[in-house]
């Protein structure tokens, strides 16, 4: 597995509401750099099956024909459910095989529903999306459950990122950095990274983990 390009845990399709088709995402990036990248397609109740089975087959049947260029993690984004169904739908989609669960964290550029960020904590999912306002409390329980909290590249999520690595920070919590990709124009890049991380006003030791933080999640979904 090769970890030193981009890692990107957080990309849609057109099988939710992104551009691009797998096939061609995973060629733009692999052009771009890529060497990590998870499918995360926006699902709820009505949607899981199609989403979770359309993922699985795809990296399944293809993955051998990209040898060692880049991996891929079969995921999903529990998007805009209710915040009781956020635990049975992990269970379940990991029981599928899905190997990456991202909740729709509550984003203030959308209306989430209140509780999602505390119901993802407790459902152990393996990244809160740009979770907003997250609360002190919060943040400790996604450290005491190895959840990660993303600061995000989104134009729109991003409002809050320096709130979301304040209280990381002073949790001690995990912070990944991701594109939410939709859009061509969506791609992360090296320069991109450190834009957003030192935009923050975070240090380079910060900097420096969150890129141990992301390899690390890289290993732990890919083994």
Known sequence: MNIDGI???????YMSDGQLGYAELVARAIDQGYTVMGITD??????????????????EKTKKHYGNSIS??????????????ISSLTDRARKKGIS?????????????????????????VDILAHPGF??????????????????TASKNHSITNGHVAMMAKEAHANLVINSDFHAIT????????EDIIYGLGLSSYDFDKMLENREALAIKLLN
Do not use: R, W
């Open 134 to 151: 997250i609360t002190l409390e919060e943040a400790v329980l996604a450290t005491k459950n190895n959840v990660y909290l993303e600061i």
């Open 42 to 59: 926006h699902t709820d109740s009505g949607n899981f099956d199609i989403i979770t089975d359309s993922v699985l087959s795809f990296v």
């Open 72 to 85: 891929i993690i079969p995921g999903v984004e529990l998007t805009h459910i209710c915040p009781t169904e």
């Open 7 to 13: 890692i990107d845990f957080h990309m849609h399709t």
């Open 186 to 193: 969506g791609f992360l890049s090296k320069k991109k990274i």
């Open 100 to 124: 990456l669960v991202i909740v729709h964290g509550q984003t203030i550029s959308e209306p989430v529903m209140a509780g999602t960020n505390l119901a993802a904590i407790e459902a152990c």
